[in-house]
């Protein structure tokens, strides 16, 4: 596997191309290895920890050639990691407004004992961390000003065919919604175009 010489330094961790494109493995004490509700009360395990890391893809600016990670990109993952609390709050106050606006789609798949813990009435957004578990994080080739676009991923206990994905450029929420949102550009590419004076 080739290996992206430029990231070999303090600030990153070892990145090398794949099928999916760079990928780097890092931890981020913002967020929890496991959602607490795991096994809670006898309730099948929705989804397992899958280790204290979490993989980060960055796509190449030109796959064709496995270019390394752009200055934009690298800007993003420095976000990613330098201000990973104030973008996991960021984070939650999102997804929390998304959630009290689809939790009553969602009730029907849950009896009353199940939505109890898997689908409370939340009191403030941080009660959504024992709910969501990140799994993947991906910087995309996008940018605007100089950051890179990023998606992330997790897993949830209101939603496993779904799962929840966000698409955010810096600390800022562009969309939340499905695990399709991270991946796709022209959501970026839109709200790039979007933020242009």
């Not at 939790?103 to 009660?127: G, K, N």
């Amino acid at each position: 596997m080739a290996l992206a010489s430029e990231w070999q330094e303090p600030a990153y961790p070892p990145i090398v191309w794949t099928d999916l494109g760079w990928v780097a493995s890092i931890r981020l004490d913002a967020w929890p290895d496991a959602p607490t509700v795991l096994g809670t009360a006898g309730m099948p395990p929705y989804y397992a920890p899958d280790g204290d890391t979490i993989e980060v893809t960055v796509d190449s600016p030109a796959p064709e050639d496995q270019a390394p990670p752009d200055q934009a990109q690298s800007n993003a993952f420095r976000q990613v990691t330098d201000q990973a609390y104030a973008i996991r709050d960021v984070i939650l106050a999102a997804v929390s407004e998304y959630y009290a606006d689809s939790r009553e789609d969602f009730l029907d798949d849950f009896d009353e004992d199940e939505a109890a813990i898997l689908l409370p009435v939340l009191q403030t957004p941080h009660d959504l961390m024992p709910l969501i578990h990140l799994q993947s994080i991906r910087i995309l080739a996008v940018q605007q000003d100089g950051i890179a676009y990023t998606g992330y991923s997790f897993t949830c206990t209101w939603d496993q065919e779904h799962m929840l994905g966000l698409m955010l450029h810096g600390d800022r929420v562009v969309k939340v919604g499905g695990a399709d949102v991270p991946r796709l550009e022209w959501i970026a590419k839109h709200d790039a175009k979007a933020q242009q004076p």
